[in-house]
């Protein structure tokens, strides 16, 4: 069939303006592009960040006490829609990193006694778990050791309540409860300067003086629990002992921060692809 004058006129237009054509394509494309990268690497994201937190069993609710009896730990078990209770002792401490101005901050926190029954559970990346009668062995933050230079073996040294302690470093460690460590005096991450270390529960217990005590509990909850009733339980069990307010899992400060990066990719499918879109259709 003869194309008809019209048609030849439109290919003649669009020849002249090849150019002008080409570049409202590419835009078209870019945007499309950029919706489409966005929001596949957010849905692949929550499902990664889906699977590693039920791996590792992630918490969802956390709290953080002076010192409190394990007795009370043993009550927040029995709070409604409660499944498991991990408490652990925990301290901080300062240490000295070479080629650091200023010291970094660290946190020792107890194995768990069953670590097949723990919450929040370490994933091992190198080396091995400090063994049960060594009591100058522990596991450290993976990023942590990275960022500070920080070699395997090498013996570390901090200082917890006026007590210099010194470690030897046999493993390094991921944690979904440690995947954004934020600085003390920001909430921006600084690896170099925030350790976490982990050692057998005798060890941590008389290094930080919480024998038969805990100071951070994790608990899960069944399917369907009322997050907000747990809380509030929890709360009254440990207020006694010093507790702050307990705070469900999408407060927790790592979660949170990873929640945030990964919001942060639909808005820009929201965002960008209209603006390409907008300059075509200007164009």
Partial sequence: MKPSSLDRKLLRDLWRMRLQVLAIALLITCGVSVAVMSFSAQEALVVAQGRYYETTRFADVFARV???????????????GVVAVDARAVNYGLMQI????????????SLPDDPRQALNKLVLIEGRYPEPG???????????????????????TMVIDGRQVAFKVVGAALSPEFVYVPGPA???PDEAHQGVFWAPRTTVEKVTGLGGAFAM???KLAAGAREAAV?????????????????????????RF?????????????????????VAAAL
């Fill in 66 to 80: 002076k010192r409190a009896p394990l007795a009370a730990a043993r009550e927040l078990a029995t709070i409604d």
């Fill in 98 to 109: 070479p080629g650091l101005t200023r010291p970094a901050t660290a946190q020792l926190i």
């Fill in 134 to 156: 060594r009591t100058d062995e522990a596991l450290a933050l993976k990023t942590f050791l990275d960022a500070a230079h920080i070699q395997m073996g090498e013996r570390v």
């Fill in 186 to 188: 920001s909430m921006m």
């Fill in 217 to 219: 509990v994790s608990l």
């Fill in 231 to 255: 809380l509030a339980a929890v709360d009254r069990i440990l207020s006694p002992y010093g507790g702050v307010p307990a705070v469900g899992r999408a407060d927790q400060v790592s979660n």
């Fill in 258 to 278: 990873q929640q945030d990066r990964i919001d942060r990719f639909g808005i820009v499918a929201w965002v960008i692809p209209p603006v390409f879109l907008l």
